[in-house]
């Protein structure tokens, strides 16, 4: 492997992390750019698939297409809960999709800022990239829902439909959205 290869070092660590990881025969990711338009392309299948519930935590999200099927889920009855990271929304709040998100009936919108720096200087970031949907699939990776993720950025996303890994994450996205502030 040449060593500028950007794109074959991330596959070789994501080689590696896979080969130590319990796999699933129903899971599958997708290394952005190259896979962008497909990795969007499944997220957005996941959210039109959804029947009840859509649970995120995602430090930014400005992505039009992904930000129109969780409007589209909501219209159907979906119940979608989302929390950003309070900086990321300020640092981009033309383009955030969290303030048209929360005026949709159906998507609650909330916003948190991390946890206070032990010397007190700076508060800390949400910084997850991840989806639950009906408590039964999970969407997580490297990957913002931002253009840039999905088409410039090398990212990388996962897709997995096993109810136990979702109902984990859940678990750890319970206490984000008991901190955070409705946007």
Known sequence: MQPNNKEGCVRLIIALF??????????IFYVMPKEGS?????????????????TIAMYSFTNNNIAKAL??????????????????VKSDPKNSKAGVLAKIRGIAVYRITGNK???????????LKVGVIDAKTSIYGSANWTASAFNINYEILFIEHDQTSAKELLKVMEPIFARAETF
């Open 18 to 27: 896979l080969s130590f990881s319990i796999m699933s025969a129903d899971r």
């Open 71 to 88: 409007k589209d889920a909501a219209k159907r009855g979906v119940s979608i809960r989302i929390v950003v990271d309070d900086k990321s």
């Open 117 to 127: 720096a032990k010397n007190g200087n700076y508060n800390g970031i949400m910084h």
């Open 38 to 54: 497909r990795a969007e392309a499944a997220v957005i299948r996941e959210i039109e698939g959804a029947k009840e519930t859509i």
